[in-house]
């Protein structure tokens, strides 16, 4: 099986790896470099925990291959917070008690972070939107959309 | 029996021109797969259903993730756009509002990133939810062979469930819609088990113009998805909106009609039974608010 | 400076766990780096539902490159199991559901361990299986354990040896026969409902490292680390001092990661490759039906009342479809034949309550432990019996709700509670007795409103304990054996350390991860028992610690210590008003008049608690002074709308009261309130489906549809009511379970109110509900 040599950013840092064909984003975040913030919920595109940004959009690291981010920049939750200054998102999480188990969280951190991005002042249906590609079984959803209008209305991601 | 913890072995290869990607097809065989966004690829893969030597990643290849708008020539579409991309462009929500509206239908918004239309097609699941919009907008699909190129009409594409009329040496470069005809409406209706996101049980697509030549006065396209072997159109009842005055009664018809061209499948998603009713029923509601846009 | 909080117990003081939750920082199981000496195992898993076991071929794995060990049921002559010791390590002579795991792979990559798995070569010979709960019950059903009456069991739980039932609670109260001529009103009918699967975002995982010396390591993520070390040392014939068991963070466990499941497996495997540690994961697929589910219920009830709506008898058989074993099962049938009324008072009762082997997926702890499953019907029967009698369904149950002292089903008088003041605040915030319009012609609307009651099911005497230690600047950990699992419990039990040291509550630290080796015992984290129990061992440790500091600043005074408080971390005296500040003399005492010597010492509080009052009940009749330790109720009510043309339902709103007894962080009730209102109105939509053979058709998340954002109700009410619990720390009892158990019948009850058409059976798929409406 083919080896391949990348350069990719991750979380601001410029990483050379070599990674083998079939690994993915998501196990080269966790297995080589040792970012363990993104989880593994089912390997297949339909829980979200894998949730990175590639290129500040969000996609699936578990459907994604690690050579395929060759040459491009990757966010995960552990670079969301700036010098332990927790992001206005993460700190909306936290005020409305939007975490329990926290298994979900890091992944859906970064959708909601995309998508303040992309729409700083977003509905609430835009938010449940956005979030239908990451599963919480704990929470029940409506802390973290009211995290969410929170951190909005704070200024954003 | 299951999936297996994680993809299996192959080698990845990024092509970087067409006659690469025609040579390895013919090199390789069944034994390579052509890679867009691997939503589908991968998940198949890791499914044990396929296994591929090699991989070979056709989305860097020049005018694969472009969209190119001509009032005269209509849309082409890079097969490796993603849904996102074609879901915001601003022509494409000008011109072509209904292709938009089910690229932004399939799965979330983070698969919707890597999901291609391209994909989507090549894929040729019967529950594809760009498939009824690309078949009811005429599009035309461009495949890349050794002898350079021809085009397919997406109503000949879809010949079973996974299979499409692309030949072992070929693969899609484009998708191409004609300009959209003056004063034309379309709708997607999905009925999944969520609100948002899941696969469709049920797929409807319907657009609509004025054409002063049909007796109706004007010219009625439906789409289904996930109710036969393959994404097809409910011609029947085409044919009923061409020749009844548009209205209750001939929308009741014409979905009655649509009803009838489904042949589903039961699944574990739903019955076939259910699936045709749905039909209907999905089919009455596009129509009444595609007529509701066009009046 | 953040602010400090003084006397948190009852403020909504931030969770210990969310800094690093949100950071990802929090380390959950699979996160822990183990090196380059890591194995993985993979399991190989039965494609039949019941055959039995002619041969084992492990010659080709072995020769895979890479494979270390593989391991069959040859290699273990033992059985695991928490009340009815029925489950092998490895499938030995037969196989008893799709999944059941013949043989464990051990290689140096998941993917090699992978495909040499496929390499196992089995032999079947396959016997005819039975999938239904009744069946299996029949005498000529084919046996599931022929071996029923060898297996070691709790003296509380009654197999059938000979048949497929593993347990019978039977229930005698009054007189049904003689009620039924008074009663006005009588509904009797059959409730089905699917087996469910938990879906905790996090897969199980477990690692585990046997070493040459014996010694052994289990790191899970676990509801359970102490009666795991408990199980797998017995089955294994490991000392309990020499099995360790390390939880770090679990991902969700909703009751699926109660007990023993997968875990063994590592264990087993790690056993043959001494000196590597084993990695063991399930991946999505295997969760839901490698680890456990929920069981399946075929109920038969009947109900009926006299004309002024008063209940006057129910007679009730629950078939539980347990699943190939039913270690722990057993008590969830049990439980639900001591509370099998719901929280109804009703004088003349009659219930039978069978936990049943079937060829399915092990049936265990989920959430709500039998309630959930068991209301379905009852709840809908008591809205059918208001109808007849043509009484308001919110007033009937009022009227017939169980109450504080009244003597219960089992003979129990009933512990203070308001469930009354539950049904006034929901049917307050749902505009009850309001019909409200549908948003469009096509759409019907409606409400519904059910009840509910749990008990913590658990054996008489579950213990827990704590441990307070200061450090030298008065900061505290807290050391206790419970488990973060979302819910909540290091974040209350920080609460009651700093309520009753006087401390503020950001000096208290609770010790993470849980550690069978240093953490003191607590028997599981489930039952919604923690913030009550190990909230009392706790209350207790910080209790002893208080004490050991007021004496000794009482002798250091010369002051009686009933004079002494401690106050923001500072020891005052109300009489001379001295003031002593914690900070080093919980560490190094405080020194004698001119250094002559010193006095105390390291400040070290120790708690423990456990119930010691629970009888067990009669086996005839279920009669007994004490069932339980106590009940937690609610009631909830929901407002919905159905799409006629599709089937489709659409919550509205769901309002939720509980007696809480006593929130000790209000904030985090309403959370779980509002997390459970979801995920119960999840589960009336959800099924794991099987075809003819037992082969599961929608083991994934592709077709086992979990509710999204999208999908969650609009708004999602919540109330506290406060009825002090006897023995709880500050009255508090639990809730973690309870707020999911109605919300399937709420709804139903509500479709019914939209409708006019009622669902016996779970789940209510869109297309059920479009068939019966035409
Ligand atoms: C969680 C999840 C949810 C989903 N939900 C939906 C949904 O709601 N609706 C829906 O319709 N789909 C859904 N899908 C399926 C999938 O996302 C779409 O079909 C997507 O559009 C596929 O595009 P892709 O680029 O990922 O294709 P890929 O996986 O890259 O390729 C798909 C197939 O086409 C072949 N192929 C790729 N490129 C070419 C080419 N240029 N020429 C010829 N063949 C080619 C591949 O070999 C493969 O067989 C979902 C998938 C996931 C993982
Ligand atoms: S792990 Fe990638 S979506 Fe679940
Ligand atoms: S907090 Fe547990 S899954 Fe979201």
Redesign the interface.
């Known amino acids: 099986m083919g080896i391949h040599s990348i350069t990719v950013t991750v979380n601001g840092a410029k990483e050379r790896l070599d990674v083998p064909s079939n690994m993915t984003l998501l196990q080269m975040l966790r297995d080589k470099l040792g970012l363990t913030g993104t989880k593994n919920g089912c390997s297949a595109g339909e829980c979200g925990a894998c949730t990175v940004l590639v290129d500040g959009e969000p996609v699936n690291s578990c459907l994604m291959l690690a050579v395929e981010a060759d040459g491009r920049q990757v966010t995960t939750v552990e670079g969301l917070a700036h010098d332990g200054q927790l992001s206005a998102l993460q700190e909306a999480i936290i005020e409305h008690n939007a975490v329990q188990c926290g298994f979900c969280t890091p992944g859906m951190l970064i959708s909601a972070h995309a998508l303040l991005e992309r729409a700083p002042r977003p509905t609430e249906q835009q938010i449940r939107e956005a979030l239908v590609g990451n599963l919480c079984r704990c929470t029940g959803y409506l802390r973290i959309i009211e995290a969410v209008q929170t951190a909005a209305k704070k200024g954003g991601a | ?14 092509a970087n021109n067409p006659d690469e990607v025609v040579r390895l097809l013919q090199e390789h065989g069944a034994a390579a797969k052509l890679l867009m ?3 589908d690829l ?2 198949r893969m ?1 499914d044990g259903v396929i296994r591929p030597q090699i ?1 070979v ?1 056709v989305k860097h290849l020049p005018g694969m993730r472009a969209i190119e708008y001509d009032e005269g020539a209509g849309l082409t579409v890079g097969a490796a756009v993603t849904m ?1 991309q074609l879901a915001r462009h601003p022509q494409v929500q000008t011109h072509y509002p209904l292709l938009a509206e089910a690229a932004n239908s399939v ?5 919707r ?2 999901a291609t239309l391209g994909g989507n097609l090549c894929n040729a699941s019967p529950a594809a939810d760009t498939a009824p919009a690309v078949l009811v907008l005429e599009g035309r699909l461009v495949l890349h062979n050794p002898q350079g190129e021809r085009e397919v009409a997406a109503r000949d594409f879809f010949t079973g469930p996974g299979q499409t009329a692309m030949r072992e040496n070929e693969f899609l470069k484009a998708v191409r819609l004609p300009p959209p005809p003056e004063g034309s409406a379309g709708k997607y209706l999905k ?1 999944g ?7 469709s049980i049920v797929g409807v697509a319907v657009f609509a113009f004025p054409d002063g030549t049909k007796p109706s006065g004007y010219v009625f396209r439906i789409g289904l998805a996930s109710v036969a072997p393959v994404p097809l159109r409910a011609w029947e009842a085409e044919e009923v909106l061409a020749t009844h005055s548009p209205g209750e009664e001939t929308f009741a018809l014409a979905a009655e009609k649509a009803m009838e061209a489904a042949t589903p499948i039961d699944d ?4 076939a ?2 699936r045709k ?2 039909v209907r ?2 089919t009455r ?1 596009g129509l009444e608010r595609v007529w509701e846009a066009l009046e | 400076m953040a602010e400090l909080t003084s006397n948190p117990v009852g403020k909504n003081t931030p969770r210990v766990d969310a800094y690093e939750k949100v950071t990802g920082t929090a380390i959950f199981t699979d996160d822990l780096p183990f090196g380059p000496g890591l194995y993985y195992g993979r399991l190989v898993r039965s494609p039949h539902a019941h055959a039995l076991i002619k041969s084992i071929d492990i010659s080709k794995a072995l020769e895979v490159p890479g494979v270390k060990a593989v391991v069959t049921g040859q290699d273990f002559d033992t059985r695991i199991g928490l009340y009815l010791v029925d489950r092998p390590v490895f499938a030995k002579d037969r196989v008893r559901y799709v999944g059941d795991p013949v043989a464990g792979v051990v290689a140096t990559s998941e993917d090699i361990a992978e495909e040499a798995a496929k390499l196992v070569e089995v032999e079947y010979e396959e016997l005819p299986a039975v999938f239904d709960p009744v069946e299996a019950a029949q005498p000529d059903a084919p046996l599931l354990h022929p071996d029923l009456g060898e297996y070691k069991v709790a003296n509380f739980i009654f197999p059938e040896p000979g048949t497929n039932i593993s347990e019978h609670f039977r229930l005698r109260k009054g007189d049904v026969e003689a009620a039924w001529p008074r009663c006005a009103a009588i509904v009797e009918d059959t409730f089905r409902l699917p087996h469910i699967q938990h879906v905790p975002l996090e897969p199980h995982v477990a690692v585990a490292l046997w070493e040459p010396s014996n010694q052994v390591t289990l790191w899970t993520s676990s509801q359970s680390p102490f009666a795991q070390r408990d199980l797998i040392a017995q089955s294994m014939g490991i000392p309990h001092g020499n099995l360790r068991v390390i939880s770090p963070y679990v991902g969700g466990g909703f009751g699926g990661k109660a007990g023993v499941s997968m875990e063994v497996y590592a264990v087993a495997m790690a056993r043959a490759v001494k000196g590597h540690p084993v990695k063991l994961r399930m991946t999505r697929e295997e969760e839901f039906i490698g680890t456990t589910v929920r069981q399946a219920l075929v109920a038969h009830t009947k109900i009926g009342c006299d004309a002024e709506g008063n209940l006057l008898a129910m007679e009730t058989e629950y078939y539980f479809s347990g699943g190939a074993y039913n270690d722990y099962g057993v008590n969830i049938v049990r439980a639900a034949g001591y509370s099998c009324t719901g929280p109804y008072y009703i004088p003349n009762v009659k219930g039978d309550s069978y936990c049943v082997y079937t060829n399915m997926p092990i049936g265990s702890a989920m959430r709500g432990f039998g309630m959930p499953e068991i209301h379905w019907g009852i709840e809908q029967i008591m809205d059918q019996l208001a109808e007849k009698i043509g009484m308001d369904p919110a007033e009937f149950r009022r009227r017939n709700c169980v109450k504080t002292g009244d003597i219960i089903l089992t003979g129990m008088k009933m512990p203070a509670i308001d469930l009354v003041a539950c049904i006034d605040k929901v049917t307050k915030a749902i505009n009850w007795g309001k019909k409200e319009p549908p948003s469009a012609p096509h759409k019907k609307r409606g409400k519904g409103i059910a009840i509910m009651w749990k008990a913590p099911a658990m054996p008489p005497n579950p213990g827990s304990s704590a441990i307070v230690r200061f450090n030298e600047d008065a900061t505290v950990n807290v050391e206790i054996g419970a488990q973060e699992l979302g819910q909540g419990a290091f974040t209350v039990v920080a609460q009651m350390a700093a309520e009753v040291l006087g401390v503020p509550y950001e000096w208290v630290r609770v010790s993470a991860p849980v550690d069978t080796k240093y953490s003191p015992y607590e028997w599981q984290t489930v039952a919604s028992r923690i913030t009550w129990s190990t909230g009392n061992a706790v209350k207790a440790a910080a209790e002893d610690a208080r004490q050991q500091i007021l004496a000794l600043v009482a002798k250091h005074w010369n002051e009686d210590p009933a004079n002494l408080d401690i106050k923001d971390g500072i020891v005052i005296s109300y009489k001379s008003e001295r003031e002593q500040p914690l900070k080093d003399m919980v560490i190094y005492g405080l020194p004698n008049e001119n250094f002559e010597g010193w006095k105390g010492g390291p400040i070290v509080g120790h708690g423990k608690f456990m119930p010691t009052y629970v009888t067990n009940l009669d086996f005839e009749t279920g009669q007994g002074p004490r069932a339980v330790v106590h009940y937690t109720v609610g009631a909830q009510a929901v407002d919905l709308e159905v799409d006629t043309e599709t089937g489709q339902v659409e919550i509205l709103k769901i309002a939720s009261a509980y007696d809480v007894g006593k929130a000790i962080n209000p904030d985090l009730v309403l959370a779980q309130i509002e997390g459970g209102a979801v995920h119960g109105m999840s589960s009336a939509f959800e099924a794991l489906k099987f075809d003819e053979r037992g082969r599961p058709l929608n083991p994934n998340l592709v077709d086992y549809r979990i509710a999204t954002a999208a999908d969650a109700p609009r708004e999602i009410h919540g109330d506290i009511v406060e009825t002090p619990l006897e023995d709880g720390p500050w009255g508090a009892r639990g809730v973690g379970e309870h707020v999911m158990v109605q919300t399937a019948p709420a709804i139903a009850n509500a479709i019914y109110n939209a409708i006019g058409v009622r669902f016996n059976d779970l789940p209510l798929s869109a297309e059920k509900i479009f068939m019966a409406l035409q």
């Open positions: 029996m299951l999936a297996r913890p994680a993809l299996p072995s192959f080698d990845y290869v990024r966004g691997g939503t991968f998940v890791r991989v990643d996102n799965a979330s918004y983070q698969v990133n890597r009925l088990r969520n609100k948002v996101g899941d696969l574990v998603r739903a019955s039974a259910y009713v749905m029923a999905l509601r």
